[in-house]
C-alpha cells in the first residue's frame, strides 16, 4: 500500500485521506496510518505547491551553481552540503558524480544577488575549490509537470 500512496500524493499532495482511500480500495484509517508512519520515518518529508513563477508578476532569478570542493577529513562532504544548505536561498544541495560534486539550486532577485552569494558565501568555504553558475532561462518541465502549453513555433508562416 506504501508504493500506491506514494505514487498518489506525489502528483497530487492536495488529495484527502478519504478520496486517498477510496481511489486504492483501502481503509481510511489504514491510509492515515500509513501517512502518519511515512511522515515520522522521513519517508514522505514535506507537501509542496508547484508554482509557474512565470506566469506572475514577482521576479526570480534561479541558477544552477556547480561546486567542486575538497572532501574534509573524516567528515567527507556531508559537513560541506550541511554548510552550504544552510543559506535561505539555497533550494537544493545534491552530491553529484562526474565532473563537479555537488549540484546547488538557488532563488534570488537578481543576477547580481546570485554573483553576490556565489563570491561572498559560496566561494569563501575553505573546502570550495571552483564553481560554475548556470541561469535557468525557461522551465518546461519541472517536478513532472508540464509548465507550458508546448512548444510555440514562433516563425511566420508564408502561405503562398
Known sequence: ??????AVIEKNSKISVKELADLLGEN??????EIAEMESEHVIC???????WDNTDEEKVIALIEVKVTPQREMGFDKIAERIYQYS???SVYLMSGGYDFTVMLEAKTMRAVAQFVS??????DSVLSTATHFV???????GTVLCDGPQDERMMIVP
Open 46 to 52: 514535506g507537501y509542496h505547491t508547484l508554482i509557474n
Open 89 to 91: 536561498e539555497v533550494k
Open 137 to 143: 532561462l525557461k522551465k518546461y518541465k519541472d517536478h
Open 1 to 6: 500500500m506504501r508504493e500506491r500512496i506514494l
Open 28 to 33: 481510511e484509517a489504514a491510509v492515515a496510518a
Open 120 to 125: 561572498e558565501k559560496l566561494s569563501t568555504i
